[in-house]
């Protein structure tokens, strides 16, 4: 099991929320550690746009809460009852989000009942909001994310994984079943990868030229993600049409094996341009577009010495799903190429997380 920066960042926020609350001399300082759970942000960037919305729960929990205490009195009942309202008006005002703090504001006011009810409400209220701002500063100073990092270093694995995963399925070299649980594996690590790619957008830059430089890496983090999808399809048309590629002409499917054997070739080479690690390459272009062409001959051919329809739609089917990748690697090497020529200084890219 991997303990993650969010992790530490919420022990931390617990333990400043706690200790401020006892120096300030906050009765119950267990509630600003409470509230410091619910308010840690996974971007610095949310943790922005998030506090004034937890704030503002926490007022909205704490005047509700209050309200029904001076009416009706503490009781386990109408901590129930001022809780369905306090969610109510939460999702009435679409900021669900902020509900657990309303709610433990609400707990808090309404747990006791002191002698000055309106001082102890206060002074609840006051202890949750400060728990807030504890989450607020560890996320603003301890252990910020590296989006960026962790971007490039999950990209490149899941690439690699897929690509190893196609070379064998084209060797007929996988367990059928093993190679299904291994897609839906990889399907839910790309769909994580685009959560990650969501918070890399979020984070902001200050600056006029970071900011400049922050989106073309988006849009070449974009196509490379596309890509490395755009491979997964290619890995999930072998494994759906396996035995159908059994069946296709022998010069069929060895140039099919060419042809994915190069794309596979050139996509590790972009990779390899992608971290920094190699220059660009020009060789390749000519033995790229004879593969290529071989493979168009071969369909054309075959199509045409073949009676079985179904058999020309899959040998169709599983050639268009190589064109398409092509497509993409062209798009990604190009994207490459136009980053490193006009920012050779923004090139080095660390890959460990």
């Known amino acids: 099991m991997k303990l993650g920066a969010r992790i530490f960042k919420t022990g931390i926020a617990i333990t400043l929320a706690l200790y401020l609350a006892s120096w300030i ?35 909205i929990g704490a005047v509700i809460a209050t309200v029904f205490g001076l009416i009706f009195g503490p009781s386990p009942i109408m901590i129930g009852l001022t809780a369905v309202i306090v969610i109510t008006i939460m999702l009435k005002l679409k900021i669900e989000h902020t509900i657990s703090i309303a709610l433990v504001t609400v707990i808090a006011i309404l747990e006791s ?18 728990g807030v701002l504890s989450s607020f ?18 990209t490149v694995e899941n690439t690699e994984e897929i690509m190893k995963w196609i070379r064998l399925s ?91 054997d190069y794309l596979l070739y050139w996509h590790e080479l972009i990779l390899m341009r992608f971290v920094g690690k190699i220059k660009p390459h020009d060789d390749a272009d000519e033995e790229g577009i004879r593969y290529k062409r071989l493979l168009t001959k071969s369909f054309l051919k075959n199509q045409q010495n073949t009676d079985d329809e179904l058999i020309d739609y899959n040998m169709l089917n599983i050639m268009a799903s190589a064109v398409e990748y092509r497509e993409q690697l062209e798009h990604l090497e190009t994207l490459i190429t136009s980053f490193q020529t006009y920012h050779p200084k923004d090139c080095e890219i660390e890959t460990e997380e």
Do not use: C, W
């Open 113 to 130: 009942a002191g002698d000055d009810f309106l001082m102890f409400a206060l002074i609840r209220t006051s202890t949750v909001i400060l």
């Open 170 to 260: 084209m060797r007929q070299s996988t367990e059928h079943s093993i190679l299904k649980e291994d897609i839906e594996k990889l399907k839910e690590k790309m769909i994580k990868l685009d959560q990650t790619y969501l918070l890399y957008k979020e984070e902001r830059s200050y600056f006029k030229k970071t900011t400049y430089v922050k989106s073309r890496k988006l849009v070449l983090f974009r196509q490379a993600i596309i890509t490395a999808n755009r491979a997964l399809d290619t890995l999930k048309k072998l494994h759906r049409l396996e035995n159908e590629i059994y069946h296709m002409p022998e010069e069929f499917q060895e140039t099919l094996t060419e042809e994915l």
């Open 25 to 59: 001399g906050l009765p119950a300082p267990i509630f600003a550690g409470i509230a410091a759970i619910f308010a840690i942000q996974p971007s610095i960037y949310r943790s922005f746009l998030i506090i004034i919305d937890q704030v503002q729960a926490n007022i």
């Open 137 to 154: 500063i560890v996320n603003l100073v301890f252990l910020p994310p590296k989006y960026e990092t962790k971007l490039i270093h999950n």
